[in-house]
């Protein structure tokens, strides 16, 4: 199969024409309508609330595709398309290399990235996105927007995200141990969805993260605390 890297560069070669101009007004229209129709308090366009709400510009990003999404019952596409786009992205380095390359002009970009989301099969939702993005420069913050997208998919599924970092990795026993601690923090509804990572420099203890709430239990935040008592001045 044709790698991601490999449409973009077609793309972008194709669009830097002379007649690449009228391309730009036309795809600088639609996005222009695609950001009107998300900000207007018309019955028509009204936002569609998310779950929960994820703050920063990548959260108002990532709120704002959730309620396209939402109208075109296109959420899990949607998510399918940002998670395949993150793994590439993850994968071969040329792929965000080409979405951040400053000597791309963004119009230029926004008409390719369109393209190409087209050439892929990616949801009309998607490419708006991409193509939204690349206009006003902002195709390097795509990976925090995925995440902050399937913190609220998560959420949307009833998933509640909680990481927690340990010095050591967990054990099956440990695990299981730990997800049913972690449990009477749910609703009836919820599941919980538990990522665990591993940092040595915790030295022990843990650190946990579910929800909004965030626990720091690790050894190495104890022995800062007692390190911080002792050099204060007696």
Known sequence: SVKLSEHLEVAVVRKNRP???QIKMAATGKLSLLTRQLSTSSATAQLVKPPIQVFGLEGRYACALYSAASKTKSL????KDLKSLQSQMRADPNVRDLLVNPTIKRSLKAAAMKDVATKVKFNAATGNLLGLLAENGR????????NAFSLIMAADRGEVVCEVKTAKPLDDSQRKQLEGALKAFLKPNQSIQLTAKVDPSLIGGMIVSIG???VDMSVASKIKKYTDII????
Not at 139 to 146: D, N, Q, V
């Open 212 to 214: 909004d709430k965030y």
């Open 19 to 21: 007649e690449v101009a």
């Open 231 to 234: 050099a204060v001045p007696v």
């Open 76 to 79: 899990e596409a949607v998510e």
């Open 139 to 146: 195709l390097g913050r795509l990976e925090g927007i995925t």
